[in-house]
């Protein structure tokens, strides 16, 4: 599957972003998707997902500002980033898991001015 992310950009603290990540096949039946994102000299990091059963769960950095969502008709995964910090900067990559095969997105960059 392929994975096409979109939406990052450059914004002031405090500001929203809403990134997409497209699908190239159907994703209603794919229980784990999630968002990563990695800043400049750091690891890459889990930001937010979905799990088996349609639980989410947050990164503490980010509960209660960043909300994950899904719109199966259109093979398309969310992420609201309300309240954006100069520590969110990052790329962000959207994540897939089939079966036991995971795949990533190309990354859109997302940068949070002071």
């Known amino acids: 599957v392929q994975l096409q992310a979109s939406g990052g950009g450059l914004v002031q603290a405090g500001g929203s972003l809403r990134l997409s990540c497209t699908a190239s096949r159907s994703i209603s039946s794919i229980n784990t998707m999630a968002w990563h994102r990695q800043a400049p000299g750091k690891q890459r990091e889990f930001v937010a997902g979905?799990?088996?059963?349609?639980?989410?769960n947050y990164a503490d950095s980010v509960e209660g500002r960043f909300t994950i969502s899904r719109d199966n008709a259109k093979n398309t995964v969310y992420l609201q980033m309300n309240n954006l910090k100069p520590e969110d900067t990052a790329v962000y990559y959207c994540?897939?898991?089939?079966?036991?095969?995971?795949?990533w997105g190309q990354g859109t960059q997302v940068t949070v001015s002071s």
């Open positions: 979905f799990t088996v059963g349609g639980s989410t």
């Open positions: 994540y897939i898991l089939i079966g036991k095969y995971g795949s």
